[in-house]
């Protein structure tokens, strides 16, 4: 157990619609960072946040949001939702801002229909 | 950007037998190589990693090898057993980096499934 939990463990929506993923980091971590994991694309950067702010943004979708709250947890808005969109989502934390080693979450299935 | 490629994508070795896998990166900024275990169903699980000051780490049955004139890294499991049947992702990022973009976030290779037969 990383330590990392994130909710829920599968989401199963429509397309067009809109899904929130949450994640806890592990205690005394500052940076969450989300990746998508997909067959055809692997583990894919998106989003990170340090200390409530937006820190690095990678291969992340105009459709697709997050933030970070001043508890550390973080959520990942995902709207408009297409058959491709359908992946494994991942948070990971670590407690420096970069180059730290990185908790990965248990991840959350989504399959879009 | 950053672009790391991984060999083998399968593995398949006897139990007790050692395992390799490799991966070279493009990016000579970049100065941590983490290693992750997946496991299915599960999220990657952290391993082993390198900083770029150093050649090689080893801890128990795993080991992990620098090169960064020739920027390729290796993965090292000796005397495998089943338990360690798993996709293997190297990765490389770079620390201290500037603000902002995607420099200093892991760039993972495509994995490496690893079949240990008992």
């Known amino acids: 157990d990383s330590g990392v939990t994130q909710t829920p463990k599968h989401l199963i929506t429509a397309t067009g619609q809109r899904v929130t993923l949450r994640c806890s980091p592990r205690?005394?971590?500052?940076?969450v960072y989300w990746y998508q994991q997909s067959l055809d694309q692997g583990l894919q950067f998106l989003i990170q946040y340090y200390n409530g702010e937006e820190r690095a943004k990678g291969n992340i979708l105009e459709r697709f949001s997050a933030q970070q709250f001043p508890d550390l947890h973080s959520e990942l808005n995902l709207s408009s939702l297409e058959l491709g969109d359908s992946a494994l989502y991942f948070c990971a934390s670590s407690v420096v801002g970069q180059g730290g080693e990185q908790y990965f979450g248990p991840g959350t299935r989504l399959t879009v229909t | 950007g950053e672009n790391v490629e991984q060999h083998p994508s399968t593995l398949s070795v006897q139990e007790g037998d050692s395992a390799v896998i490799k991966c070279t990166y493009s990016d000579s900024a970049s100065n941590y190589f983490p290693w992750y275990k997946q496991e299915l169903g599960k999220g990657p699980q952290l391993i082993i990693d390198?900083?770029?000051?150093?050649g090689e780490k080893k801890d128990q049955r795993i080991a992990v090898t620098l090169n960064k004139t020739a920027k390729h890294f290796s993965l090292h499991i000796t005397e495998t057993q089943p338990e360690d049947s798993a996709v293997y992702f190297c990765a490389a990022s770079t620390s201290g980096s500037n603000y902002g973009g995607s420099q200093g976030n892991l760039i993972f290779g495509k994995g490496t499934k690893l079949s240990v037969k008992p």
């Open positions: 390198i900083r770029s000051n150093v």
């Open positions: 205690s005394g971590d500052l940076s």
